[in-house]
């Protein structure tokens, strides 16, 4: 709108000048969006290729011709991933998986947090310097020997060993405390004058307070679970504790997965529908937590 | 005044993240040191009585392995490529974005799709797009008897079909479909830090130029890129750290084998080595996951070096 | 900086403790020869046997169907098994569960798994328990030997029963539970069509090709599932080395196998062959396809328990061509070698020498029951282990007698495995055997289909690079 306004201006005082800097903004526009729109499509291709894929038939699907849009719809082929890929054996896994270890990061990292953001303790800063420090490190460092610990333990294919070993994320623990840091602390010191408990405290006040974090940080653990892959191949090889990722990897290429893409595709738009709604509804909180995550400093 | 008081307060929130740290963080790295220095240490070996003795050997094998310099020149050379070419298309699509009004909204949702999909899945979807099913390809008794829908593209503008991840295929068009598939991936977190950032840039700024009337190039070099360069800065940094520890990408496209049929391992990574080396070879993939950790700490150094250097705050 | 080095340093001390415990937790698994206990097998005692597997469900009703009849005999034994996975999967698993102590009593295992869980001595070997004279009361009133008799040792198809003895060490490790092999599927419509000779040798194979490609250029003639196969197989018909189960295990860098894999190469080129992995996916999948369409096949060399999957469309009551089943081709047709492929069964070391027993009664009643044998055939399609098997009347009746190329295909490749009983070998097995195979597999595809101008420096390089590998990934 200003910008329309600034035009106007302009036009009534110099006019040679204006006619050619409308053309030229016009012009830098349509380039903008021709850029803008031809990246969009490209971004967006992979996903109208899997959707339409996944209604094919496997003839229509082979032609050497391909068609952009198929000519049978075979919503079929849904039915048969879902049975296939025992995808919802695998889905229930994932969510159990996903909800548990998202609350129980959950509470550990509100405690962490408030540890280093409001209490005083000798080697504090020392303490948190050494976790930032763990950060750098290569998580295929701890694979190995957190495979043999969790066999030691005998925790191999159960939920256990899918959701204990990464209960705790220093990045989290990280900026929790960065927003906890923004609270006054007059607010926790008037609550100490009032006899208000720490936990009390931390449910009432902070929490509340830090809500936006809180949710994107379930939201990212919640996305992790769905996406991780190599920790429950490695200890969870038993179908019973499988999770999507995995199973939808074995059950199309490993029997016979070159026989029937439009299948496997299906299988794939079903996995990454739940992940496309929980965007839709909550885009807002994801874009808050992945930018804030960033601008970290 | 709080402080004694605390003390043992705050032991006790810690306490969990501490004791599950200790046992899958801190274990883990002095365990590896010791498998690292093991010769020839494997778990299933230990369990059938065997004894390792010290030394570095693991090290040797791992540096003397004939695939080690094609993992780290994969590792490498896919950090190289997709790092610049990824942060570059950001920061355009990014000021493109913060410059237009209608649309906005729904083009910033569609470019952050790609980050709340399952990376193996799409991997899936890239592969069917350049797949190709026949026989003999390149050869003079080719058959082909699906071209894969980017090369149907490619014919309908007039080019020769390529063959992307098939038998016989070049290395060179295996690193094409990696390097579009990796920035495919990572334009979206970029996108949104630095559109963030654009948005955070003082308007003031942009008007003295327009003042000044200064061309928009110079408005570009001299304003926004040094003032974005606090975020320009962590997503290079991140993703180079990140661009080290490449794998699950390549799995996408090419499967467990790490590269096309008839050349596998042929696009394996760092992190594809350690995971090979880890059902046999404990010792053997400690090590160079040591190896590995060392890189990424220089690399990290220098970035950190030469970011304080270039960055405005 | 200083700070955070205190900090890490503090942390690691903090860890050692947890260092100690957790480093003396291995236990140990019980080594050396199994002694059979004087005593026999305790009848009374409750005894709880797992049984890891890869069947699937229709599989896994078969052996629900046997496992009440077992306990006709011994009602104190309690069968637990369960499906882990693929074979690969059983592996992994069971690797894994070595390592603390908690490995299952039976499992499917190929030649190369038992070498790995060898490594921690943690499988039985047999051969005091197939010698064993011990008699065993069974609960119908009848004994039996807890051993194998002779008349039972003679009633295995000799090339399956030997593989549990490729270890190198003289023992007997294994006892084959079910296999299959590979066969030659060809288009007989398409062959009668034209007048063409089924290939019995590899020469002959070039000629078909040769023909057919004449016939339909748009065809890929052969098409052969497992590279692996075709490079072990090709090893054992002209005598060549390829592994020593003892020594230096990896002997198959040498002139002649460098000779057949050039060979191939040359028909890869022209467009007489392919593979599962160089087309992309099974080579079935081309066999079977409509022969009027391009790039269909007319001859595939696959399982022989997958033929369901070498069966053409069906319209109406008929097939789009009749298919035939016959041996694979030969370098030497009067001496003529088959690979055998399929689950063998392993017993594990137990604190309870118990447990063994009741694990060795229940593998013996597996493999050497005919009736078991035959109805596990004809649901997976696998060829039954002992001799005896096709004798039973049911097993002949309905499955034998009708093999055709139809609907029947699946009985018609049992047939045709039975029939070449005499001609199965075995490899050697040690713990890297299946880095060897997974090598010549992928020397096999990167052979035929790399594109070069000096042949020979190429597939001279890709067998020294696959030698080396299998030196890495082995030593």
Request: proline letters at 4%.
């Amino acid at each position: 709108m200003s910008e329309l306004k600034n035009k106007t201006m302009q036009e009534k005082d110099l006019k040679k000048v204006s006619a050619m800097s409308k053309i030229g903004k016009i012009v830098v526009m349509v380039l903008l969006y021709a850029f803008l729109i031809t990246m969009a499509v490209i971004v967006i291709f992979p996903f109208y290729f899997m959707l339409i894929s996944s209604v094919k038939t496997l003839e229509e699907y082979q032609r050497s011709i391909p068609t952009l849009w198929p000519e049978v719809i075979r919503l079929s082929n849904y039915v048969e991933a879902f049975n296939t890929g025992n995808l919802g054996r695998l889905f229930v896994n994932t969510m159990i998986v996903g909800i548990v270890s998202t609350l129980l990061s959950l509470v550990i990292t509100v405690l962490s947090a408030f540890a280093f953001a409001r209490l005083e303790f000798k080697g504090k800063n020392a303490l948190f310097a050494a976790l930032l420090g763990t950060m750098m490190i290569p998580g295929e460092l701890f694979t190995i020997t957190n495979y043999a610990t969790v066999n030691d333990f005998g925790w191999m294919n159960t939920y256990t060993v899918l959701i204990v070993p990464f209960l705790v994320s220093i990045f989290y623990i990280y900026l929790l405390r960065q927003n906890f840091m923004q609270i006054p602390n007059e607010l926790y010191l008037a609550a100490k004058v009032d006899g208000t408990s720490d936990i009390k405290y931390l449910w009432k006040v902070m929490i509340p307070l830090a809500l936006p974090t809180l949710i994107s940080i379930t939201i990212l653990k919640m996305m992790g679970a769905w996406n991780s892959y190599v920790w429950p191949r490695l200890v969870a090889n038993e179908e019973a504790y499988q999770l999507i990722t995995n199973g939808l990897r074995n059950a199309f290429t490993d029997v016979d997965g070159n026989a029937n893409i439009p299948v496997q595709m299906a299988a794939v738009a079903i996995v990454s529908f739940p992940l496309f709604l929980v965007f839709i509804f909550l885009r807002k909180y994801i874009m808050k937590g992945v930018s804030r995550s960033g601008i970290k400093g | 005044m709080v402080e004694s008081k605390h003390s043992w307060k705050a032991w006790i929130y810690l306490a969990p993240a501490i004791v599950l740290l200790l046992i899958f963080t801190v274990w883990p790295i002095i365990n590896t040191l010791r498998m690292a220095f093991l010769e020839g240490y494997s778990t299933m070996g230990a369990v059938g009585g065997a004894t390792y003795e010290f030394g570095i050997g693991n090290f040797k094998q791992v540096l003397e392995y004939k695939d080690f310099l094609t993992c780290l020149g994969n590792t490498m050379l896919l950090c190289v490529l997709t790092v610049p070419i990824s942060t570059i298309l950001a920061l355009l699509i990014a000021v493109c974005l913060n410059a237009i009004k209608p649309l906005q909204r729904l083009l910033q949702t569609i470019f952050f799709l790609p980050y709340v999909t399952n990376s193996i899945a799409i991997g899936m979807v890239f592969a069917a797009m350049f797949n190709m099913v026949g026989s003999a390809f390149g050869g003079e008794n080719e058959l082909i008897i699906t071209a894969g829908i980017i090369n149907n593209v490619l014919g309908f503008f007039g080019m020769d079909p390529v063959n992307w991840i098939n038998a016989g295929s070049s290395y060179g068009a295996n690193m094409v479909v990696m390097v579009v598939y990796i920035v495919w991936n990572a334009l979206p977190f970029k996108i949104l830090i630095l559109l963030g950032g654009l948005q955070s840039i003082n308007k003031q700024y942009y008007d003295a130029a327009k003042v000044d009337g200064t061309s928009r190039r110079r408005v570009f070099t001299r304003i926004t890129v040094p003032l974005l360069s606090p975020m320009l800065a962590y997503v290079v940094i991140t993703d180079f750290i990140g661009g080290f520890k490449e794998y699950s990408s390549i799995v996408g496209i090419f499967g467990e084998d790490m590269g096309p049929t008839g050349d596998p391992r042929r696009l394996n990574t760092m992190v594809g080595f350690i995971y090979d080396a880890l059902a046999n070879h404990q010792g053997r993939a400690s090590a160079a996951a040591l190896i590995l950790f060392g890189i990424i700490f220089v690399v990290t150094l220098i970035n950190l070096y030469v970011s304080k250097k270039k960055t405005h705050y | 900086m200083k700070k955070r080095f205190v900090a890490l340093f503090l942390a690691v001390i903090m860890c050692l403790p947890l260092f100690l415990l957790v480093g003396c937790n291995n236990k140990k698994t019980a080594a050396g020869d199994f002694v059979v206990p004087e005593e026999g097998f305790d009848t009374s005692k409750e005894i709880t046997i797992t049984f890891y597997h890869t069947m699937g469900a229709n599989l896994r009703e078969v052996l629900d169907k046997y496992i009440p009849e077992f306990n006709k005999l011994y009602p104190n034994i309690k069968i637990e098994h369960k499906q882990v996975g693929s074979y690969d999967d059983v592996r992994d698993q069971i690797k894994t569960e070595i390592t603390v102590g908690n490995q299952p009593n039976i499992a499917y295992c190929y030649p190369d798994h038992v070498a790995l869980y060898n490594l921690a001595k943690a499988v039985v070997p047999l051969d005091s328990l197939i010698d064993s004279t011990v008699e065993v009361k069974r609960d119908d009133g009848t004994t039996e030997v807890l051993g194998l008799t002779d008349e039972q040792k003679a009633d295995f198809i000799k090339g399956y029963y030997e593989e549990g003895k490729q270890f190198g060490d003289g023992k007997m490790y294994t006892l084959p539970l079910s296999k299959s092999t590979e066969v030659l599927y060809y288009n007989k419509t398409f062959f009668d069509q034209h007048g063409l000779k089924v290939p019995t040798t590899w020469d002959e194979m070039e000629k078909v090709c040769e023909q057919i490609k004449k016939i339909d250029p748009d065809s890929i003639p052969l098409g052969y599932d497992s590279e692996a196969n075709w490079f072990i197989t090709m090893c054992e018909q002209q005598g060549s080395d390829y592994t020593s189960a003892t020594g230096d295990h990896f002997l198959f860098d040498n002139e002649q196998n460098r000779a057949f894999v050039t060979r191939f190469r040359d028909w890869y080129q022209k467009g007489y062959v392919t593979t599962k992995e160089l087309s992309g996916g099974y080579t079935s999948d081309l066999f079977k396809m409509d022969p009027n369409e391009k790039g269909n096949s007319y001859m595939c060399i696959g399982s022989s328990a997958g033929a369901s999957y070498q069966r053409p469309a069906k319209t109406g009551d008929k097939y789009l061509f009749q298919v035939d089943i016959t041996t694979v081709p030969q370098v030497d047709p009067k001496n003529p070698k088959v690979i055998s492929q399929g689950p063998s069964l392993c017993i594990f070391n137990k604190a309870d020498p118990q447990e063994v027993l009741a694990s060795w009664l229940f593998v013996e009643f597996l493999t050497t029951t005919p009736a078991f044998q035959a109805d596990f055939s004809m649901t997976s399609g696998y060829v039954p282990v002992i001799k005896s098997a096709a004798e039973d009347a049911i097993y002949k009746s309905d499955f034998l007698e009708l093999a055709d190329g139809g609907d029947y295909i699946q009985a018609l490749s049992v047939k045709v495995g039975l029939q070449q009983e005499a001609a199965y070998y075995t490899s050697p097995a040690f713990n890297g055997s299946s880095v060897a195979r997974d090598q010549v597999g992928l020397l096999m595809q990167q052979c035929l289909s790399s594109k070069t101008d000096d042949v020979a420096k190429m597939i001279k390089k890709a067998f020294e690079d696959a030698i080396a590998e299998c030196k890495y990934q082995a030593g």
